[in-house]
């Protein structure tokens, strides 16, 4: 941190930062900018997350389990599925017996979207909960609920909207700064 704060933003090597795990918000606190600036710079030098499987039969044999994570230690593949893909928001790290109410919300809504023919995904990081089982949505992305980690799935799965308001007061929070991004609200608007 010390020694990228010697250096302009512009003359900052992201990827690095990246890769050490520092966040957009963080890299912006360091020079007093918005995240949105980083974000711009970030894109322009296509410093892009990659999003990997996580290999859950330990390489015993071919991993099925739709479970990605992201990494700045790879290269960006395309996305694709023959559906119109769904994002819901899950609450993030609640404890078994704390926000029931959020997994119950954002399970059956998965089935729903699934029946009306959707390729659902999930981004949640709590995996003690229904909603991140490997059966429950089409694909699961493990990433903590922030502006920065949703933005970059949504930017990846290019769906046709996200639901929010399922998961609590996390992802409603981070509603407007996507919107404002240009992807789509479903259920409850932002004024709602």
Not at 74 to 87: M, Y
Not at 118 to 130: G, W, Y
Not at 149 to 165: C, I, M, N, S
Not at 178 to 189: A, D, I, P, Y
Request: aromatic share 12%; proline share 4%; charged share 25%.
């Amino acid at each position: 941190e010390s020694e990228s704060k010697k250096k302009g933003v512009e003359d900052l090597d992201l990827l690095r930062a990246k890769r050490l795990g520092f966040s957009d918000q963080s890299i912006a606190n360091w020079y007093s900018m918005s995240t949105e600036k980083v974000r711009t710079v970030r894109e322009s030098q296509k410093v892009l997350p990659a999003y990997f499987q996580v290999d859950t039969c330990a390489g015993e044999f071919a991993a099925e389990t739709p479970y990605f994570y992201s990494t700045y230690w790879g290269q960006r593949e395309a996305f694709s599925t023959k559906k119109e893909s769904i994002v819901l928001l899950g609450s993030g790290p609640n404890r078994i017996g704390q926000g029931i109410e959020f997994d119950y919300s954002c399970v059956r809504s998965v089935r729903q979207f699934q029946r009306e023919g959707f390729h659902v995904a999930m981004v949640n990081s709590n995996p003690e909960t229904v909603s991140t089982d490997y059966d429950t949505s089409d694909i699961l992305f493990f990433e903590p609920i922030t502006e920065e980690h949703t933005l970059e799935v949504l930017r990846y799965l290019q769906p046709k909207g996200f639901v929010a308001q399922l998961g609590g007061q996390t992802p409603i929070n981070l509603a407007p700064a996507l919107v404002k991004e240009g992807f789509n609200l479903l259920g409850s608007t932002l004024e709602s």
